[in-house]
């Protein structure tokens, strides 16, 4: 089955500085990678999401690329705010109507 | 905004006792889920459903899991015999048909701790 890892496992940044959160998959039937926001007490939030189709897509301060032949995609987030303080998880999906399979998950640190 | 609600928030159990957790998916969404997260890990499929039967369920998902939409509204997951590695956080989602593949939308999720 689908495996997907995710680095880096913390991730501690200066308010107002860039974060990358990258990702790689194991199965090449993947076809869509969702980004997941996961707030303290709060079930995962989807903020972005990418299909196999595409390579680059961006939503204002929050960017995702995926390199299909290498399996990797990559969350990109700029000019940084304390609200970025989260756990980001990764995922990957191969089917419409199939389950999403999550990475580990990037705790990510907003430091003032 | 439309959104998926489960309970309870939380529930303390005595191991090898039933515990049923409900969920509410959002109304016109026809496709659900549970997963769960042990605390610090990340979260983990559990089962898929769809058209009342069950569409995918995990190596996790054993005999001690069901699932169950008694009504058009409630998506239950029942654990018959819990036991103290079920201790987790749990999370209903759905998905409504023709979103694309994969956006679920989650719950906020039930705390179950088995003692």
């Known amino acids: 089955g689908e495996n997907v890892e995710q680095h880096p496992s913390t991730l501690s940044v200066q308010e107002g500085d860039s974060a990358v959160i990258k990702c790689t998959y194991s199965?090449?039937?993947?076809?869509?990678f969702p980004w997941y926001k996961q707030e303290l007490g709060k079930g995962p939030q989807l903020i972005i999401d990418?299909?196999?189709?595409?390579g680059e897509k961006k939503d204002q301060r929050i960017a995702v690329t995926l390199n299909k032949t290498a399996k990797h995609f990559s969350l990109h987030i700029t000019e940084t705010q304390p609200e970025d303080s989260a756990v980001y998880f990764c995922?990957?999906?191969?089917?419409?109507?199939?389950?999403?399979?999550f990475g580990k998950g990037t705790r990510l640190h907003i430091l003032p | 905004e439309p959104e998926v609600t489960q309970t309870p928030s939380h529930q303390v159990t005595q191991m090898g006792q039933e515990v049923i957790l409900r969920c509410v998916p959002i109304?016109?969404?026809?496709?659900f889920y549970w997963y769960r997260q042990i605390l610090g890990q990340k979260v983990e499929f559990l089962v898929s459903?769809?058209?009342?039967?069950?569409?995918?369920k995990s190596e996790i998902f054993d005999d001690q899991f069901s699932v169950e939409r008694p009504d058009g509204s409630n998506f239950t997951l029942k654990i018959r015999s819990t036991k103290l590695e079920d201790s987790a956080m749990y999370f209903c989602?759905?998905?409504?048909?023709?979103?694309?593949?994969?956006?679920?939308?989650f719950g906020e999720g039930s705390r179950l701790t088995v003692l």
């Open positions: 199965d090449s039937a993947s076809n869509y």
């Open positions: 109304s016109n969404h026809l496709y």
């Open positions: 995922a990957a999906s191969i089917r419409r109507d199939d389950k999403i399979i």
């Open positions: 990418i299909r196999s189709n595409v």
């Open positions: 989602a759905s998905k409504p048909s023709g979103a694309g593949a994969g956006e679920l939308f």
């Open positions: 459903f769809y058209n009342n039967e069950i569409s995918e």
